[in-house]
């Protein structure tokens, strides 16, 4: 087995690695208000949920370009935020939404990405999307040598479900086919679904 001691990388090879092994990553598409009231949609893809009582989720912006700040400038001054699932019929919206367009241009508007109002939160939500979740802000963590990655902790305070993948009151795992990120321009559709429940008693 290779081995490969954290400190002997540089900056580019640990990423390479850590994001090659923490795969499929589901992928968050957030929108953001900024100060001028545009649309800022840009997708992450370290992003998971930390609770359940009450629902948060949690989403990591690293360094990179000016979209990314201001991701990080709009929750920090608006406190909210929607977080919108990615599933095949949107992944190239989702992609050219990671393009870095100029702080004051919407990439909602720009790319033609119809959007819904939302019902707790001033920020408005994907349309057409299986799923979104509407957040308010908990807190922003600094990490990093350098303190340049943001984890964004949010609050959920409701949840959209399309009703094309719910069935007997829960989402059906056969209907809904989020992306999971690979790495660089790959993904990946769900795929199979194995079925093996913890065993009740030891061993086998």
Same mark, same amino acid.
Request: charged share 25%.
């Given at each position: 087995?290779?081995?490969?001691?954290?400190?002997?990388?540089?900056?580019?090879?640990?990423y390479?690695?850590?994001?090659?092994?923490?795969? $499929? +990553?589901?992928?968050?598409?957030?929108?953001?208000?900024? $100060?001028?009231?545009?649309?800022? =949609?840009?997708?992450?893809?370290?992003?998971?949920?930390?609770?359940?009582?009450?629902?948060?989720?949690?989403?990591?912006?690293?360094?990179?370009?000016?979209? =990314?700040?201001?991701?990080?400038?709009n929750i920090?001054?608006?406190?909210?935020?929607t977080?919108?699932?990615?599933?095949?019929?949107?992944?190239?919206?989702?992609?050219?939404s990671?393009?870095?367009?100029e702080?004051?241009?919407?990439?909602?508007?720009?790319?033609?990405?119809?959007?819904?109002p939302?019902?707790?939160?001033?920020?408005?939500?994907?349309?057409?999307?299986?799923?979104?979740?509407?957040?308010? =802000?908990?807190?922003?963590?600094?990490?990093?040598?350098?303190?340049?990655?943001?984890?964004?902790?949010?609050?959920?305070?409701?949840?959209?479900?399309?009703?094309?993948?719910?069935?007997?009151?829960?989402?059906?795992?056969?209907?809904?086919? $989020?992306?999971? +990120?690979?790495?660089g321009?790959?993904?990946?559709?769900?795929?199979e679904?194995?079925? +093996?429940p913890?065993?009740?008693?030891?061993?086998r």
């Amino acid at each position: 087995m290779l081995q490969f001691q954290s400190d002997t990388l540089d900056e580019n090879q640990r990423y390479k690695l850590i994001s090659a092994i923490v795969t $499929p +990553r589901p992928i968050a598409w957030v929108t953001s208000l900024n $100060p001028e009231g545009a649309v800022n =949609l840009a997708p992450f893809s370290s992003y998971t949920f930390i609770s359940y009582n009450p629902a948060k989720v949690l989403f990591s912006v690293g360094p990179g370009g000016e979209q =990314l700040k201001d991701t990080v400038a709009n929750i920090e001054a608006r406190g909210e935020f929607t977080v919108n699932s990615v599933t095949p019929d949107v992944l190239a919206p989702m992609v050219d939404s990671a393009f870095e367009y100029e702080r004051s241009e919407s990439e909602a508007e720009l790319l033609g990405i119809k959007l819904a109002p939302s019902s707790t939160i001033e920020t408005p939500r994907v349309a057409g999307v299986a799923a979104a979740m509407e957040c308010r =802000l908990d807190r922003i963590i600094t990490v990093g040598d350098q303190d340049d990655h943001r984890l964004i902790i949010g609050t959920v305070t409701c949840f959209h479900v399309d009703s094309a993948v719910w069935a007997k009151d829960r989402i059906d795992p056969g209907l809904y086919n $989020p992306m999971g +990120r690979i790495g660089g321009p790959l993904y990946q559709e769900r795929g199979e679904i194995i079925v +093996r429940p913890v065993p009740k008693e030891r061993g086998r």
